[in-house]
């Protein structure tokens, strides 16, 4: 995989007048409260972090993107930046990166986070090639920190002062370095309190930048109504122009940042339009997940009777609904399979095929056609036993672990490559 980070306009000021960026909002909660923070979803009139119009889901955000990219071409960014943070909802935040790495191979992806819980997920965001990370690193010293945040939750439990800023600055220093040896690019924000850390801004960038942090982000704070920080003043343009002057003895300094909303998108500094406000709520009018408003499963077969043909070899898929009044799976029709050959064309077609079908029943099945299939929102079940009771179980959600393939071995007696060429 090869993306070029000269692309990313948050981390390159070259870059931030010809290439968007995309904030997909899929990370409502947070596990931190900043005592400068207020969250609101639904805020159409403020451009700052932690604001959303809506809330998506990784199936509604993969939709968003679609209609996005034909509205702002010049995007090349997908990030996720809230409006809480992004490992307060690491299964949302996760499934997102891998829909967008499945269907846009060529885009880069970042998050920005606190760094409380990303440490878990370093290894996966290498894998999938999210290339830039930032953290929000506003003290290293717990004494400090105390004063910035009101608590801090993790595995479940509630930490406050000391406690909660010293459990934080040791996540997020360990997650610096983790980054850092799995050769993601890391950016530090680190946010200029008047009165709270403005003099230890210049602490944080010297430990950060020892850490191999690449570019350092030290901006003002923005004065929010309904929080415990609402009478502090922002910082005076001279105090933040002393304090990124300071800072960048130690590291490269971003100084472009326009303090982004969550669902921000385009050229930095551009307000999101009527029309993107559009299509960004209808994504959010979307089923929440696939399989809503798909009412049938495909299954392939040799002989209509049981789930014992692998996704290749198979010349048609019998299409099955459920019987409301007895929960009875109802054979509804057969669909002739698209032609062998074509490769990833070819599991497009099948995909476009059976759009309403929320589930495929094969007997085995490549890593191209799944990665194909699952892309467009649907699940494939390798599975062995009855057409009526694999179909059962994905109508019903009862346990089908005992119908599951062990191995995935086709008519020729191989395990599959999923070229397209033949039995896929």
């Known amino acids: 995989m090869t993306l070029s980070i000269e692309r990313h306009p948050c981390f390159n000021d070259r870059s931030r007048h010809t290439f968007g960026r995309i904030h997909l909002p899929v990370a409502p909660k947070c596990n931190i409260q900043c005592n400068y ?119 479940k439990k509630v930490y406050r002062d000391s406690k909660a800023a010293e459990l934080l600055l040791n996540n997020q220093l360990e997650a610096l370095g983790m980054l850092k040896q799995k050769g993601v690019t890391a950016k530090v924000n680190s946010i200029i309190i008047p009165g709270i850390n403005d003099r230890h801004v210049i602490e944080v960038a010297k430990t950060v930048a020892e850490l191999g942090a690449d570019i350092f982000n030290a901006l003002p704070y923005y004065n929010t109504e309904e929080t415990l920080f609402e009478n502090i003043p922002e910082p005076h343009p001279e105090l933040v122009t002393t304090i990124q002057e300071k800072t960048a003895q130690y590291l490269p300094q971003m100084k472009h940042c326009a303090r982004c909303r969550a669902d921000a998108i385009g050229i930095i500094g551009q307000e999101n339009n009527d029309e993107i406000m559009k299509q960004l709520k209808e994504a959010a009018e979307l089923p929440r997940k696939p399989g809503e408003n798909r009412p049938y499963v495909a299954v392939a077969s040799m002989e209509g009777v049981l789930i014992n043909q692998h996704l290749g070899e198979a010349d048609r898929f019998l299409i099955y609904g459920m019987e409301k009044s007895n929960n009875r799976p109802f054979l509804v029709e057969s669909r002739p399979a698209p032609p062998p050959g074509g490769g990833t064309m070819r599991w497009e077609a099948v995909a476009s095929l059976l759009l309403d079908c929320r589930a495929l029943l094969v007997n085995g099945a490549g890593e191209s056609p799944k990665k194909v299939l699952h892309g467009s929102g649907m699940e494939i079940y390798t599975l062995d036993g009855l057409i009526e009771e694999g179909v059962s179980g994905v109508f019903t959600g009862k346990d089908m672990s005992r119908m599951t393939r062990i191995s995935q071995m086709h008519a020729c007696k191989t395990s599959c490559s999923g070229t397209g060429s033949g039995c896929g």
């Open 37 to 155: 923070c207020n969250r609101k979803f639904d805020c159409l009139n403020e451009n700052r972090p932690g604001v959303t119009s809506r809330v998506l889901t990784p199936h509604q955000a993969l939709h968003y993107l679609d209609r996005a990219l034909e509205l702002s071409p010049n995007i090349s960014v997908v990030g996720i930046a809230g409006p809480g943070d992004p490992f307060a909802n690491p299964e949302e935040t996760m499934e997102t990166l891998r829909l967008v790495r499945q269907k846009y191979p060529d885009m880069l992806l970042c998050v920005a986070t606190n760094g409380l819980n990303v440490l878990p997920y370093i290894e996966e965001l290498a894998e999938l090639g999210v290339s830039h990370v930032t953290l929000t690193i506003n003290a290293v010293q717990p004494e400090t920190g105390a004063e910035i945040y009101a608590w801090v939750r993790h595995r």
